[in-house]
């Protein structure tokens, strides 16, 4: 089956060049979030962009974090929602993780495993607040006594400061929580002047110097995707590291009047060329793209998709592209023309993160740094 996810490791590297460009004079350094399997890009395909670029990971499985640990990581890893158990307490020591604790019931759990730590072992930690996003995080009144807690305890190291900001992406939209996050935070800060601040996110981190602190979490710009509705990637100098492509695996005339796909919905106003491309929404393509909502793109020109979009097919409207035939590439969404995740992700009233996270498992991934393919992926093989 042709459909292919293209990752370009130039572009990722590019990304996290922006981020250590707008981190120049704050000098913080940068958790690059590799959660979902790094958006869907493959942590274990992009680990050389990694080791390269970044000054630590952030994640959420504690396989994840057992698996760079595996293939040779050793700067530091922050597991963003922290522990869910003792016994993750546990890995944490052994794997030296860095955790987070939002809530009151993960320091019991690590005070039941402090006595399994052997006797070198550090954690460190950062505690969260929330300031804005209603989600996890102590309130704020809570942070100087949950501070004096943890640093009772033995084998914690360093504690550091966190929050993350609802709304990073709009004008002025972290000065509410920030202000807060200050306020909260200043006796703290006063008694331990190096505790660690991690505050900005991809929104803030382009935006408001004021919010880096002395670490950083670029997640969506790290794979090129902007952070805002009204800003495209190439506003933001960043570069789409997905391309998402397939093939015609079928061409055909249609009469005016007859119809395409599930339920006819679409009515052939003329005649018309139907061209039939390798992907479907058991690939990630939206079905909410059906009936001329996405367009993709073929040597250079648009192709709107007609019809309902299918499990494995979608059908696009190739009247006006000449020479079209069976086996033509298609770039179903990426640089160079056509539909971006950026774009699809307006269309469909969701955002960028869900259309490159979507992208399903059976779809094979190739890996191209300078223009040269560096790794292949395939999960069908794997398994």
């Known amino acids: 089956r042709p459909i292919l996810a293209t990752i370009h490791l130039n572009a990722i590297a590019h990304n996290l060049a922006q981020v250590r460009r707008q981190t120049e004079f704050t000098e913080a350094r940068m958790w690059v979030v590799v959660k979902a399997n790094a958006y869907g890009h493959g942590i274990k395909n992009i680990y050389p962009v990694l080791c390269e670029r970044a000054d630590g990971l952030a994640m959420l499985d504690f396989s994840d974090a057992k698996f760079v640990r595996q293939m040779g990581w050793e700067k530091p ?11 993750d307490y546990r890995k944490a020591f052994k794997r030296k993780l860095s955790v987070v604790i939002h809530h009151h019931e993960q320091i019991e759990w690590l005070k039941a495993a402090l006595p399994l730590a052997h006797e070198d072992e550090i954690i460190d930690i950062y505690v969260k607040l929330n300031t804005d996003m209603n989600r996890v995080g102590f309130a704020c009144d809570e942070v100087d006594a949950v501070y004096a807690e943890l640093r009772q305890l033995p084998h914690v190291g360093q504690i550091g400061l966190m929050t993350h900001f609802a ?29 660690p601040l991690c505050m900005a996110n991809s929104a803030a981190l382009l935006t408001r110097h004021d919010t880096h602190g002395d670490w950083v979490r670029p997640g969506i710009m790290t794979y090129g995707g902007s952070p805002f509705a009204d800003k495209t990637a190439a506003q933001c100098n960043l570069q789409a590291a997905m391309t998402l492509s397939s093939e015609l695996i079928s061409v ?24 039939v491309v390798a992907c479907g929404y058991a690939d990630g393509y939206p079905r909410r793209l ?28 190739v009247t006006d592209i000449p020479d079209v035939k069976m086996g033509d590439e298609v770039t179903v969404f990426g640089p160079g023309g056509g539909d971006t995740a950026d774009t699809i992700a307006a269309k469909t009233q969701t955002i960028n993160y869900e259309i490159v996270c979507g992208l399903a498992r059976r779809v094979p991934r190739v890996y191209k740094e300078n223009g040269k393919i560096c790794e292949i992926w395939n999960d069908l093989e794997e398994t």
């Open 77 to 87: 890893i922050l597991m963003l929602e922290g522990c869910f158990s003792a016994d």
């Open 167 to 195: 709304n990073a992406d709009l004008p002025r939209g972290v000065d509410h929580a920030l202000t807060r996050f200050k306020q909260s935070t200043e006796k703290i800060r006063l008694t331990h002047p190096h505790a």
């Open 252 to 275: 055909r005339t249609i009469r005016a009047g007859e119809g395409v796909g599930y339920g006819s919905r679409f009515i052939a106003p003329h005649d018309m060329r139907i061209g």
């Open 290 to 317: 059906s009936g001329g909502l996405g367009v993709m793109n073929i040597h250079g020109h648009a192709a709107p998709v007609v019809g309902r979009v299918c499990m494995d097919q979608t059908m696009l409207d």
